[in-house]
């Protein structure tokens, strides 16, 4: 059987807003929850923190220094983004957790649930990455830290991002890295309002980002399809000792920030067909229905080590979309 860790610490609680914001703690009740409930509240780690040294392998000392003054009270880095007198130290435990489970990730299969907040694949290296507006919650890039860890171990780092938004601040950090190969599936035309296909890298590094922006109301046959054609033939190809996952659930059916209507099928296929590689999933978006059955589907489709076999039936947009890839993307990916 495969390892299987939950790196969490009750201080991801502290990074709190004065007043209601859909990114706050009740979201790791709703985690908990749906883990418990599937008997995957269990082998739970307290990580250690990261110290401010390892955030400059990420992000620039100005914004670090930043975040750490406005972190001194209640207040707001941008109009979507809080900080709080918790934000600091939760943002370092969340970076030192992320860094924890890729390093136990590539000691041993399995996979490592690092269960954090405040999320971060929204921050880029000096903040707000890509022209977005705000920084859209995240204060620190967490999965950007991991895969620095990995690169450095393995020579090469493989991110999926499946949270229903574009991790802008991930492809800015990454652009010129031929190292760091970055799959991004997001929901198209919506914040930030970047990933789109012809994004593909800086010019050294240019089939290592692939953005696959979904149409608008996308169901699990879409994303089932666009998984099977697009991103299982690159992971395949690769080959990585480890997967770092950019695991967000806010595209999941009944969630209110996207019009993505997933279920627990998708989630489940999606951590079937990842089942021989080691995992590290680190927590991005999800409110609430999101994590409480698509975080542990996706768990529970990477510990069964049987890949689901289904017959899908997508849009002629998806299909669309798979055919424009694939032109783009062909001179680098046998697809």
Not at 15 to 23: F, Q, V
Not at 25 to 48: F, T
Not at 86 to 103: H, I
């Amino acid at each position: 059987m495969p390892a299987y860790e939950v790196l969490y610490s009750p201080l991801f609680r502290e990074h709190k807003p004065e007043e209601y914001h859909p990114e706050n703690p009740s979201r790791l009740d709703y985690a908990i929850e749906g883990l418990k409930a599937n008997d995957l509240w269990k082998n739970i780690r307290e990580p250690e923190e990261a110290t401010p040294n390892d955030l400059l392998g990420v992000h620039e000392r100005p914004y670090v220094a930043r975040v750490r003054e406005l972190s001194k009270s209640s207040g707001n880095l941008d109009p979507d983004t809080y900080v709080s007198p918790g934000t600091w130290n939760a943002a370092l435990k969340a970076f030192g957790a992320s860094r924890e489970a890729a390093l136990s990730a590539m000691e041993r299969k399995g996979l490592y649930l690092a269960l954090v907040r405040p999320p971060g694949h929204h921050s880029g290296r000096n903040g707000k990455a890509f022209n977005a507006p705000t920084l859209g919650f995240c204060i620190f890039n967490n999965i950007a830290g991991a895969a620095k860890l990995v690169e450095a171990l393995d020579g090469k780092a493989v991110i999926i991002d499946f949270d229903a938004h574009h991790g802008n601040g991930t492809q800015e950090i990454f652009w010129n890295d031929p190292n760091v190969i970055h799959i991004d599936i997001h929901e198209t035309d919506i914040y930030p309002w970047s990933g789109h296909e012809h994004e593909v890298g800086g010019r050294d590094a240019k089939g290592t980002k692939v953005n696959i922006p979904m149409p608008h109301y996308s169901r699990d046959d879409d994303y089932i399809f666009v998984w099977r054609e697009i991103v299982v033939p690159i992971v395949e190809n690769l080959d990585p000792k480890v997967i770092l996952i950019s695991a967000g659930f806010d595209g999941f059916r009944g969630e209110h920030l996207t019009t993505l209507r997933l279920t627990e099928r998708f989630f489940r296929y999606a951590g079937s067909t990842l089942s021989k590689y080691s995992l590290t999933v680190i927590l991005e978006g999800g409110y609430d229905v999101g994590l409480r059955k698509g975080l542990p589907a996706f768990i529970e489709g990477h510990l069964s080590g049987i890949e689901t076999e289904e017959t899908v039936h997508p849009s002629y947009e998806t299909l669309k979309t798979v055919e424009k890839i694939i032109e783009i993307q062909k001179k680098q990916w046998e697809l």
